[in-house]
């Protein structure tokens, strides 16, 4: 089994860049319902992942931050709470599966740093019922006679 396998590639992801504004960031993540999304820079590379909470703590701390002002801010500004750390699309099943069991998402990059998609946790999971599934119903088969 390899990362590959689960991989949701970079052209059905939605990332941000950097340069994105703080503005645009939350109306693509309300739009798509999501709370955090992997930020990919001018270079293609994986650059972290920002999410509602970083966005919040941005808020909180800006006397007077209205709609208007979250547009002259750019995701390169705010700060990054939470490290979610990407895995090499080489890597073995086992990093991504300890990469999962604490972030929603894994970015994918290949052996330069280049973000090529993301592994849902969700996936992971649904893939782990269906086996459990087989083997229930294998078993079952053999204790009916």
């Known amino acids: 089994m390899k ?3 689960f ?6 992801v939605v990332f941000l860049t ?6 645009q960031a ?5 739009h798509h319902s999501y709370t955090a999304v992997p930020l990919v820079d001018e270079q293609g590379c994986y650059a972290g992942t920002i999410t509602e909470g970083d966005l919040l703590w941005k808020l909180k701390n800006s006397e007077g931050l209205d709609l208007s002002g979250m547009e ?23 990093d991504l599966l300890s990469a999962a069991s604490e972030q ?14 993301i592994v ?9 019922v269906e086996i459990i599934k087989e083997k ?7 204790e009916g006679g």
């Open 3 to 5: 990362v590959a396998f």
């Open 7 to 12: 991989l949701i590639p970079k052209n059905e």
């Open 18 to 23: 950097p340069k994105t504004s703080m503005r």
């Open 26 to 30: 939350l109306e693509k993540m309300e």
């Open 72 to 94: 002259k801010i750019m995701l390169k500004e705010i700060a990054i709470h939470v490290k979610n750390k990407p895995v090499r699309i080489d890597s073995r099943i086992v």
């Open 104 to 117: 929603n998402f894994v970015p994918v990059v290949d052996d330069q740093g280049i973000f090529i998609g």
């Open 120 to 128: 849902r946790r969700r996936e992971i999971i649904e893939y782990c």
């Open 136 to 142: 229930e119903q294998a078993g079952s088969r053999f």
